[in-house]
């Protein structure tokens, strides 16, 4: 008898230590998010280029015309150059920030690899800044070159973008002739350093400029081409959000009038006759908390990469990509592993645990979940996005399926993203936190407070309110639905459409 109160003692002494290093950090990990920049704001500027290209397209077609001006807008030129002044002004708060972070982290004596880091955020931020100047003067150009060549003018010393800078200032002087003195190296310099609306605004003057007409109408056909390919990028980027959330709307609606109607017999309703049945105590939900999931993503496999001498500093983006999966799959082997372990000695479970029944109604509660979704999230994150100013950090993985243009490494992020992550976080999150819950508190508290943990446990402040709403409607969908590959589909949705409007952005 001694011994097993020693055992326990013993184990909930161990429990404690990890935990106090979990919550430690993962209290870093949210604290380093806040002067990080959300990817938020490069997806604004990724719709500003296709939104700019667009506006180019010359059509004849009646039918089609209102459609495109309505999904332009009145003026994208100056829409354009506001997000582009926000993005600027943004960025050059979180290289402030990221310089007094230097400066403490120099005074502190700080280790060389987090300088190191911090050091490659900085530079990268300054870049973003430099590119994104020479891409506002270009805007600013159709409106006022004096002003357009202020800018410009500003970065004559940045290394980066000064020689790019040289170029726009001569050919959008008042007098741009004589011809530059190498236009191949002038033309090579602005298709280096700049992209899509830019570069062949750019190219557009330095053609005229040069009176090279043959290469000016090639431009054109191809600004054409480019111009209807970006009408149907925007459909889809807009679309996904637009017609899911008008659907979200409407079955929201329908909801709420039953609610009314029938009140405790409507789907909305969430009375204490939906708890589970909870054999085991909070000390089970703790452990598989904190051990299954918080301490080996934290620290088990950072330090088990280490020890093999992984350092994705240097890797190609299919190698992260790489990387990313067989991360997510040994934190889903060792998280499921401790999960079966702690509640092994409760078999068999009672009715309503972890179900995954196929022939049920999963798919209308995972696609009305998705689309009930969809608005909440929007409303929400506009809401959030007030307070962070673009900082507050994002999900790692939404910036390198950002960049992936690779097929390979795309169809990894989105097996990752779309299969890996629901079906884990949903075991976890809705299978066992959700119902553990129940045991101690109401059954909508277990759904809000397994929500909240949800977007915690994802490690950036900005997404903590989205992210707990759709945990809230995860759980919601779960709750009723009693069947996992409800919430699984719903999770699987968001983040296809997700890593979709990405991809699409990114080409």
Request: no cysteine; net charge negative; glycine share 6%.
């Amino acid at each position: 008898m001694t011994n097993d109160k020693q055992r326990i003692t013993l184990k909930r002494l161990l429990l404690v230590i990890l935990t106090v290093l979990a919550v430690f950090n993962v209290g870093l990990s949210l604290f380093g998010s806040l002067n990080q920049p959300q990817v938020q704001s490069r997806l604004e500027l990724y719709q500003t280029h296709l939104l700019l290209k667009a506006a180019e397209l010359k059509t004849e077609n009646t039918e089609l015309k209102p459609l495109i001006d309505a999904a332009i807008g009145e003026n994208p030129y100056e829409t354009g150059q506001k997000q582009y002044e926000e993005a600027i002004a943004e960025a050059r708060s979180t290289l402030e920030k990221l310089r007094d972070r230097r400066q403490q982290l120099v005074l502190a004596d700080a280790d060389s690899q987090t300088r190191q880091q911090l050091e490659e955020a900085i530079a990268e931020n300054q870049t973003f800044i430099g590119e994104s100047e020479l891409e506002l003067g270009i805007l600013q150009a159709r409106e006022s070159t004096e002003t357009a060549q202020r800018t410009w003018q500003e970065l004559r010393d940045r290394p980066k973008v000064s020689a790019t800078a040289a170029i726009l200032q001569q050919i959008w002087s008042d007098s741009p002739s004589p011809p530059l003195e190498n236009v191949l190296t002038a033309e090579t310099q602005i298709e280096q350093t700049l992209e899509g609306w830019f570069r062949d605004r750019a190219l557009h003057r330095l053609y005229e400029v040069e009176n090279r007409a043959p290469d000016l109408a090639q431009l054109e056909i191809q600004e054409q081409l480019a111009a209807r390919e970006a009408v149907q990028k925007l459909a889809i980027v807009g679309g996904i959000p637009a017609v899911g959330g008008l659907f979200g709307v409407i079955i929201a609606i329908i909801l709420l009038v039953q609610l009314a109607l029938r009140w405790e017999r409507s789907l909305l309703a969430i009375s204490e006759t939906l708890k589970w049945e909870v054999p085991w105590d909070g000390e089970v939900i703790w452990q598989v908390l904190i051990v299954g999931f918080f301490f080996v993503g934290q620290f088990v496999l950072p330090i088990l990469f280490g020890l093999i001498g992984l350092d994705p500093t240097g890797y190609n983006l299919r190698q992260k990509a790489i990387l990313v999966l067989a991360s997510y799959i040994l934190l889903a082997i060792a998280g499921l592993s401790i999960l079966y372990i702690s509640i092994k000695p409760y078999f068999p479970l009672p009715e309503d645990w972890f179900r995954f029944k196929l022939l049920d109604k999963w798919v209308i509660w995972g696609i009305g979940g998705y689309f009930t979704a969809i608005p909440l999230v929007i409303v929400v994150s506009l809401v959030n996005q007030q307070f962070w100013d673009g900082q507050g950090g994002s999900n790692p993985i939404l910036s390198l399926a950002l960049q992936a243009q690779d097929f390979v490494a795309l169809a990894i992020f989105f097996f990752t993203a779309s299969v890996a992550a629901p079906v884990f976080e949903e075991i976890i999150f809705r299978g066992f936190l959700l119902p553990s819950l129940t045991r101690y508190l109401p059954v909508w508290g277990a759904i809000v407070v397994s929500a909240f943990v949800f977007a915690v446990a994802h490690l950036s402040l900005s997404e903590v309110l989205p992210l707990a709403t759709l945990g809230i409607v995860l759980g919601f969908a779960y709750t009723r639905s009693r069947n996992l590959l409800s919430s699984i589909l719903i999770h699987s949705l968001w983040n296809s459409g997700t890593l979709l409007t990405l991809f699409v952005l990114g080409s």
